[in-house]
Structures are given as structure tokens and as C-alpha cells.
């Protein structure tokens, strides 16, 4: 596909496990994204890739949040320990460059639940 | 701080009324402003840009500086308009992008 593609779509977690996401950014795109949405809420900033390197990882919440892009090109957001708290839709974007006015494609997002 | 603020979480309006979604920023340097949308059980997608100066879907904002704001405006709202709206704020010398909570538009028949 074209877009931006995120899996799995739904995940149940129990409360103390720990969950991967996974983001295939569109082929060829330099920048990557990690967005975090509760419910009602806008998109908060995560953490930021260009191509393998993690320039920004501010807004990850807490030490159990990794994310990794080893190759430049997929990327995995982890989440040790779940809480309560983490439930939420986490999505993807990805940009061809980091420059001015860039537009960012978003992925579907991965729903979480955890219980 | 950098922030955006959309005051309205739901706005209705009836087929064929004008439509104006706000948003105001905060950020004392040079602003990239966006707006975002996501129509039921899709994506969300780029809108419009404040660099483009264009109309998308008859849709347009104008950034005004003085005012800190990036106002979406429509002068004929349709059904299919129907759709979450976010404002975007990136600051220069950064990648993020700072999202508002979201205006929740429905165009009533």
C-alpha cells in the first residue's frame, strides 16, 4: 500500500505486560513520528526519527516507552509494564523530509487497551 | 510554551451555513500552521496549510500573526464536511507537530 500502515490495529494488554507496536512508514520517507491520543483528546507528541536516528524523545511519558528504527525505515513503539494510563490510540506518521511546511502522513493508529 | 487552543469541542451548523473553526497558538517565533481533519473510521489528513495560501474543499484559513490565530473558515458548509478538525502548530528549528483537542464538526440536514 501507499500509505502509512500500522499493526496490529487492536490490542487488549493486561495491566503488567508488555506490548509492540509496529509502524511501516511510506518507502522513502526520512522523518517518523510516534503520536499518543486519549480519548477526547488531540495527538501528543511522542518521540521523533530521522531515518535511524531518534533526534527527539521528549514526550515519552515514562521509561517504560521505547521506540526504535533501526533501518530507517520501520519502526516499533514498546511499552513495558502497561498501565492503566497507557490505553489510549497511538499513531504513526511519517514525512519525506523534515523541511518547512512538510506535510506528515498519518497511519490508522493502534487502539490500546489495557485491563 | 508552545500550544494550541481550539475552545469549541463540538460545532454544529445546518447545511449551506457558514462554518468558522478556531484555533489560536502560542509561539513568539515564526509558526508553520496546519489543519488536520479525520472523517469517521478514516485516517487523519492533511487539510490545508497556512504556506499554500489555498482553498481545499472550499475550505480556507488565514494566519494572522497579530491575532495568534489560524481560523478555518467554509462559507457553505456541506454534509460530507461531517469530520474531526485539528489545528497543528511546528515551531521552526523543530519536527513536531503540536496538535489542538479537536473541533467536532457536524453539518446537520
Known amino acids: 500500500g501507499a500509505g502509512v500502515s500500522q499493526s496490529p490495529r487492536y490490542k487488549v494488554a493486561k495491566r503488567g505486560q508488555d506490548v509492540a507496536l509496529r509502524c511501516d512508514p511510506i518507502?522513502?520517507?526520512?522523518?517518523l513520528f510516534w503520536y499518543q491520543q486519549a480519548l477526547g483528546q488531540g495527538p501528543e507528541f511522542l518521540t521523533y526519527f530521522q531515518n535511524e536516528a531518534q533526534l527527539d524523545k521528549s514526550g515519552l511519558p515514562s521509561d517504560r516507552f521505547f521506540a526504535e528504527r533501526p533501518e530507517g525505515s520501520v519502526s516499533t513503539l514498546k511499552i513495558q509494564r502497561t498501565q492503566q494510563e497507557d490505553s489510549a490510540v497511538y499513531l504513526c506518521?511519517?514525512?519525506?523530509?523534515?523541511?518547512?511546511?512538510?506535510?506528515?502522513?498519518f497511519g490508522q493508529g493502534t487502539r490500546l487497551t489495557v485491563v | 510554551a508552545q500550544r494550541v487552543t481550539q475552545p469549541e469541542k463540538l460545532l454544529s451548523v445546518f447545511k449551506g451555513a457558514p462554518v468558522e473553526l478556531k484555533c489560536n497558538y502560542s509561539y513568539s517565533g515564526s509558526p508553520e500552521l496546519f489543519w488536520y481533519v479525520q472523517y469517521s473510521r478514516q485516517r487523519l489528513q492533511l487539510l490545508l496549510r497556512?504556506?499554500s495560501r489555498e482553498s481545499i474543499k472550499g475550505f480556507t484559513a488565514d494566519l494572522n500573526k497579530g491575532e495568534t490565530s489560524f481560523h478555518l473558515k467554509k462559507p457553505f458548509a456541506q454534509e460530507e464536511d461531517s469530520a474531526m478538525y485539528y489545528c497543528?502548530?511546528?515551531?521552526?528549528?523543530?519536527?513536531?507537530?503540536?496538535f489542538g483537542t479537536g473541533t467536532r464538526l457536524k453539518v446537520l440536514a
Open positions: 518507502s522513502g520517507h526520512v522523518s
Open positions: 506518521a511519517s514525512s519525506l523530509t523534515d523541511g518547512r511546511n512538510t506535510e506528515a502522513f
Open positions: 497543528a502548530l511546528r515551531t521552526s528549528g523543530t519536527y513536531k507537530y503540536i
Open positions: 497556512h504556506i
